[in-house]
């Protein structure tokens, strides 16, 4: 058996992981936890050329405020007051500090800042749009992780948070490593859980295979409580050889819809004006709404069986940088081009809602805070560039608070430690010592698949409730 000791304990390593690892600045020792490599997660999942982050126009107090109506008009009263004022004062600051972390960010053109390309999914008005593109980043975070000192344990499984039976502050977790599935626990002062959404939960799925979910049920495990889980994102992807890719929403507008040679919204019994007032509406945004006429899009494709072929024609004249970008892309990486039939299906892509949590990310369970996709989102239709800001925000605000936190109160005096058995009950870490390593993988393979069942347990009855049509 494995053990580290740190302040602080992060688990996940997408964009809120690594920026909750950025906690190392403030002079916490931090270990960052992950089961795949380095910067892995749907953030690095590779659906897509890159991922849109958005903000306020300028940290001015009256573009802060003209962001929050914008955020809170499509979430609705899902949208907290006090997150979204904190995601916009925080917006600007965050993206410097992530540029810093070494992270690869497009800006707009100069000139082009007021282009209606840069309203947001949901959004009527331009904000301050930056692209994240992640692939191109993995090797400057990951340099820039290295030089802050963070420890990292990669191709680690976090099956159970640790909890002190006497107070029942999370003390750190238990992870399984590598192919033996070697115990590794990792005792830590205050745990940030940056294990990503649920829609690999559910299937079919674009997000990355570990958005499972697990995290949601560690935390609930612990105490913490969930809301909004019956509000997931759906968006429509193209199979491809190897793992799907992102249907961008910019090509609705010149898209034709075919099954079996067939119009698909003929099938469906939509009318040819209905048609084109549903694509061009779904042009500006991403995922399903059924509160837009925009819903008869992915309705008509559920109708005719959930799968059908998109053909994408190139327009006369200048082709919108946005759409160039992403059919260049779909060529360069699938072989994919104008005019040709795109074998198309709906999946679940997102999480909007999760773990419960201040602005600063802590759970209200002692030593427990979250960030990004695990924790709170914005719920029903989410303004773009939402969850990629979010979790940069709020992975730098949870990453600060747990240093600060610890530093202010060391704990070095907890001895007696215990996870959560197959069962969900405690079990004492010391229970550990001696495991064969069948005995481990066995002990694993059953703690995951209990987080993995509860997870979509959990999802599934909270979509069910909410009356999701998918």
Avoid at 41 to 46: D, K, M
Avoid at 323 to 339: I, N, P, Q, R
Avoid at 376 to 401: C, E, N, Y
Wanted: charged share 20%; net charge negative.
């Amino acid at each position: 058996m494995y053990r580290i000791s740190c302040d602080v304990c992060v688990v996940g390593s997408g964009i809120a992981g690594l920026c909750a690892a950025a906690a190392a600045e403030a002079g916490a020792s931090v270990t960052l936890v992950c089961q795949g490599a380095l910067c892995s997660g749907s953030s690095f999942a590779g659906t897509t050329w890159g991922l849109g982050m958005v903000g306020p126009r300028t940290p001015a107090p009256e573009d802060v405020e003209a962001f929050v109506r914008a955020v809170q008009g499509p979430g609705g009263s899902k949208a907290q007051d006090a997150y979204v004022r904190a995601l916009g004062n925080g917006f600007h600051g965050a993206l410097e500090r992530f540029r810093a972390m070494g992270a690869v960010i497009e800006d707009v053109e100069p000139g082009h800042g007021d282009d209606r390309a840069y309203v947001p999914c949901f959004g009527s008005e331009v904000q301050d749009w930056h692209g994240f593109h992640a692939l191109a980043s993995v090797q400057g975070l990951r340099n820039q992780l290295c030089k802050a000192e963070v420890g990292v344990a990669h191709h680690a499984e976090v099956v159970s948070l640790l909890h002190d039976p006497a107070d029942g502050a999370v003390a750190g977790v238990l992870a399984l490593v590598g192919p033996q599935a070697s115990p590794l626990v990792v005792r830590a002062g205050a745990t940030v859980l940056a294990t990503g959404g649920a829609a690999a939960a559910l299937s079919p799925t674009l997000a990355s295979p570990l958005a499972r979910g697990t995290g949601l049920v560690m935390a609930t495990d612990e105490g913490a409580t969930c809301g909004n889980l019956g509000y997931g994102q759906v968006m429509a992807g193209i199979l491809t050889k190897g793992r799907p890719a992102v249907f961008n929403e910019k090509v609705w507008g010149l898209t034709r819809l075919v099954k079996d040679g067939r119009d698909v919204f003929d099938l469906a019994g939509v009318s040819p004006a209905r048609a084109r007032e549903a694509l061009e509406a779904h042009s500006w945004h991403g995922p399903y709404s059924r509160q837009r006429v925009s819903r008869l899009v992915e309705e008509s494709v559920a109708a005719v069986g959930g799968t059908c072929e998109a053909v994408v024609d190139r327009p006369e004249g200048e082709v919108q940088p946005f759409v160039a970008t992403y059919m260049d892309w779909l060529e360069e990486t699938h072989g994919l081009s104008w005019g040709e039939p795109m074998p198309l299906a709906l999946f679940h892509q997102a999480s909007n809602g999760g773990v419960r949590c201040d602005v600063d990310g802590w759970t209200r369970v002692p030593g427990l805070y979250a960030a990004g996709e695990v924790a709170p989102v914005f719920a029903v239709d989410r303004l773009g560039g939402i969850a990629s800001a979010t979790a940069m925000v709020f992975g730098l605000a949870a990453g600060g608070a747990a240093a600060r936190g610890v530093m202010s109160r060391r704990q070095e005096g907890r001895r007696y430690l215990c996870f959560r058995g197959e069962d969900g009950a405690p079990q004492a870490v010391s229970s550990l010592e001696g495991l064969s390593p069948d005995g481990a993988a066995a002990l694993g393979e059953a703690l995951a698949g209990r987080l993995r069942t509860g997870a979509h347990d959990l999802v599934r009855a909270a979509m069910d409730e909410a009356g999701s049509p998918f």
